[in-house]
């Protein structure tokens, strides 16, 4: 575990030295837009699973002793000032939430040396100024999956046989690639937020790694107590004819619905009785070429609810897990050849009041050597495994070809 300030720069270490990348502007998703060119980072914690301990409890206690005091959600939000710390950024890996909830984490981790939980408080500082800079060199190479379409559809099978055992109802699978690239991989990264549909588009970076993040998808916000998710299920083609099929999808439908009822079920445990609502059931959104369908789960906050029984209620999402979640976080740990890193977790920013993260789809992470994505897609009963492992491909194409520096399809119109 580390404390205090650490430098935001990249250092690449090689055979032949070490390369040292310029510091870059603080543009962490759902900031405020405000403040994104005057930051300064005050303080950092860093956390590996390794280190052992309870990772919601560190973030609490950690933002406290740095000002930020996250105990009680339902204190309303103190007024934005220049005399304290800004706020926060946060991001919590899909492992740490599993660890959060009981569930083994034992495939190996592709980007070992990301932590599973940052946290960054930042001051207010002078407004920051960027010139024009020389472009770095960059090139990506190709991607290496970590399984192939045949053992994923062999996974989507596996989870089927386990629906009919009544092991699950719903299981989330995921796959990785990596590929290998020179250059700062921060501009590539950046580029993930201007894609359409990127709710919580940004970045964060540390010694050695960074996550560029283009999701659409609320894992939890809270204002002054008040509580919403959004959870995204279902996927078709950005057309007229993939918008009819998504809305007319028995299997779609049914698969959004469990997942919804998960979330109510979540926020729950930390609302107060009778509190939970959904609104927008079933909406179709916008993210790139695909269209998705999003609904809204509302509450209130339980009188003292602090940001630790948040993040141990909500995380993992439900949405890229399963359904029973820890039953699907098994199965999960039992069928992806590798972890899921800086994916399917938590990235967003924090300040007492108000929080917003982001569910970390569409998401991609660079270590020293390697950039890396991950993609995936719940599994029901009535899922085809070509379908899914075609449903996979889509999702991250857009986001391979941002990183590669190549426009999209939506781009282009």
Known sequence: MAHGKSTERMRKVGPYGVETLPQ????????PAACRNALTERARLQWHRRDGGDPAALAEEFLAAHGLPLHDLTRPTPAHHHTRACGAALYLSAAAGAHLAGAPTTAPEPAPTLPDLT???YDHGPTRTTGPTPPTPWWLGPWTESWTPRQHADAVDAVRAAIGRGDVYQTN???HAAARYTGDPRPALSRLSALPGARYGGVLTGDGWAIGCASPETLIEVT???????????TRPATP?????????????????MIVDLERNDLARIARTGTVTVDDLFTVRRWCDLWQAESTVRATAADGLGLADLLRATCPGGSVTGAPKHAALTQIDTLEPVGRGASMGALGWVTPGHIDLGLTIRTAAADTELLHTWAGGGITWDSDAHAEVA???A???PIRATLAGRETRQDQR
Do not use: F, M, N
């Open 24 to 31: 870059v502007p603080v543009d962490v998703p759902a900031a």
């Open 119 to 121: 946290v960054v408080v």
């Open 173 to 175: 699978l995921v796959g």
């Open 224 to 234: 002054d107590g008040h509580l919403i998710t959004r959870p995204i299920k279902g």
């Open 241 to 257: 004819a993939g918008r009819a099929e998504l809305l007319t999808s028995a299997k779609e439908r049914a698969e959004h619905i």
């Open 391 to 393: 449903e996979a491909a």
């Open 395 to 397: 999702k991250t194409a």
